[in-house]
Nanobody, 130 residues
Framework: QVQLVESGGGSVQSGGSLRLSCAAS????????MGWFRQAPGKEREGVAV???????TYADSVKGRFTISQDRAKNTLYLQMNSLKPEDTAMYYC????????????????????????WGKGTLVTISS
């Protein structure tokens, strides 16, 4: 059974940094498209960053240059380093995975807001104060 468990959320001031982690289990991690998505109160879910099984990465325009997605395959763990945080980054952040997608299809999950991702964690809350 696929399990994704996020951690690392918290409250920081604008301009600060956080690193989110997503521990994955129950499947062959390296063969999956993995990603981070977020949902702010009263807003639709949006794609933040994805990493394809070959290692290519795609970011939402709103986080380019500030966020970095990475993974440690030996630990089956996905990360999201978030720097220069802004109040508009406040949201619940979710880790997601899908076994079917190569690089192009994986990248499309940003635009589709994760509609095609099969597996989801329960989320970790990030709050940025001004």
């Amino acid at each position: 059974q696929v399990q994704l468990v996020e951690s690392g959320g918290g409250s920081v001031q604008s301009g600060g940094s956080l690193r989110l982690s997503c521990a994955a289990s129950g499947y062959t991690y390296a063969t999956y498209c993995m990603g981070w998505f977020r949902q702010a109160p009263g807003k639709e879910r949006e794609g933040v960053a994805v990493i394809a099984r070959a290692g290519s990465t795609t970011y939402a325009d709103s986080v380019k240059g500030r966020f970095t997605i990475s993974q440690d395959r030996a630990k089956n763990t996905l990360y999201l380093q978030m720097n220069s945080l802004k109040p508009e980054d406040t949201a619940m952040y979710y880790c997601a995975a899908d076994p079917a997608y190569g690089g192009i299809r994986c990248a499309f999950e940003i635009e589709s807001r994760g509609a095609g991702m099969d597996y989801w964690g329960k989320g970790t809350l990030v709050t940025i104060s001004s």
